[in-house]
């Protein structure tokens, strides 16, 4: 059961992007809980039947196995329990439709992978601060 912490949700099947994922939000003192599903249908299972409460933002990688991100996304938006979640897409996909397509679907952020640690680490600090600290959410229901 979530106890009010701003839990994270990561969903990402590489276990390197998870773990520099991760090692970046403790590098920037960013110690919420960080709950991993690494495949699309784990998310969906987590967001949909899990009672641990629902995360203050999801970081979700597009190219998953079993239910790929541009579907999570659909699924999170076009239910009324989930629909306002801040969804961050954090790809290494350079295609610009799945730009466009993410932004369809009503993503709220989208940021392609930097290939450098340090631009990595930098991008995800700047993504707990503004998700976890400034940003304004809506309330629970």
Request: negative net charge.
């Amino acid at each position: 059961m979530n106890t009010g912490t701003k839990m994270i949700l990561l969903v990402e099947d590489d276990l390197d992007h998870e773990l520099l994922t991760t090692r970046a939000l403790k590098q920037s003192n960013i110690a919420n809980e960080v709950h991993v599903a690494r495949d699309g249908e784990e998310a969906i299972k987590f967001l949909f039947g899990s009672d641990r409460g629902k995360p203050q933002v999801i970081l979700l990688d597009l190219k998953l196995p079993k239910v790929e991100g541009l579907e999570v996304l659909r699924r999170i938006r076009e239910d009324e329990r989930t629909r306002m979640l801040p969804v961050v897409v954090l790809t290494s996909s350079d295609e610009e439709r799945d730009l466009i397509r993410g932004y369809q679907l009503g993503v709220n952020s989208y940021i392609r992978k930097p290939v450098k640690f340090d631009d990595f680490a930098e991008a995800t600090r700047q993504l707990g601060m503004y998700w976890l600290v400034l940003n304004e959410c809506p309330p629970k229901s």
